[in-house]
């Protein structure tokens, strides 16, 4: 029964890897088609966590897309070995946990830089394409003392968490960060004119009331 289960699990671990590097090389060609971010300012203005580096471009040809590309090739193949030793011996029932960590371990270790880009017909985000039908709202908390992200670098400080909340994921995806005001603010604009609305919360990012506004 638990080599069943396991053998399930471990399907939907290779087709996740599979779609995941799918949705990658769309996003990398639909990347090309975006009208923000497309200058090196608005680029630099853009901070990923958890290294706090400035966003760059969607490219086949960066380290992170060949992680993504190898790493999954890698993931398979260890995926296959750790399958192969659950229905050879017993080690599933000796040690079930430590084997389903390994394996949400291997899954979630490839994994792409986050990013973000609009396109004329949705957002690309944490390198996967959504369309504007597809995205419930946005999230803007500014960064200031007592946030919980503040002074985790120099860069973070005083700029703006960007949250993007999906339908129908009860996991949004990652968050960005942005630097200024002018760039945040040039965001927000693009995305209510696409009729997409969100709550801004500017200067008290713990309290329990927030506005839902189009402007800073």
């Known amino acids: 029964m638990l080599n ?11 087709y996740y890897l599979i779609r995941y590097r799918i949705k990658l090389r769309k996003a990398v060609q639909l990347s090309k088609d975006a ?3 497309i200058k090196e300012e608005e680029f630099n203005s853009i901070l990923i966590p958890h290294e706090w ?10 380290k992170s897309y060949q992680y993504v590309k190898w790493g999954t090739v890698v993931a398979i193949l ?11 011996t017993d080690v599933l029932g000796t040690s079930s946990f430590s084997i389903v960590s390994l394996f949400f371990v291997i899954i979630s270790a490839i994994k792409h830089r ?17 369309s504007f039908s597809n995205i419930k709202g946005y ?6 003392r007592w946030h919980e ?3 985790l670098d120099p ?39 696409e009729g997409i609305s969100g709550i801004i919360n500017e200067e008290k990012p713990y309290s329990t009331v927030n506005t839902s506004t189009n402007k800073f």
């Open 155 to 193: 860069k973070v400080n005083n700029g703006y968490k960007f949250i993007l909340n999906i339908k129908y994921k009860p996991f949004s995806p990652n968050f960005i960060v942005v630097k200024d005001h002018a760039s945040i603010e040039k965001i927000v604009d693009l995305l209510e004119k």
């Open 53 to 62: 580096r400035e966003m760059e471009y969607l490219s086949k040809n960066t």
């Open 78 to 88: 260890l995926l296959v070995i750790l399958l192969v030793i659950v229905l050879l």
């Open 139 to 144: 999230e803007v908390e500014k960064i200031s």
């Open 149 to 151: 992200l503040y002074g």
């Open 35 to 37: 009208f923000y971010p």
């Open 114 to 130: 986050g990013n973000l880009f609009i396109l004329a017909n949705g957002i690309i985000f944490d390198s996967k394409f959504y």
């Open 4 to 14: 069943t289960i396991f053998t399930i699990i471990f399907i939907f671990g290779i």
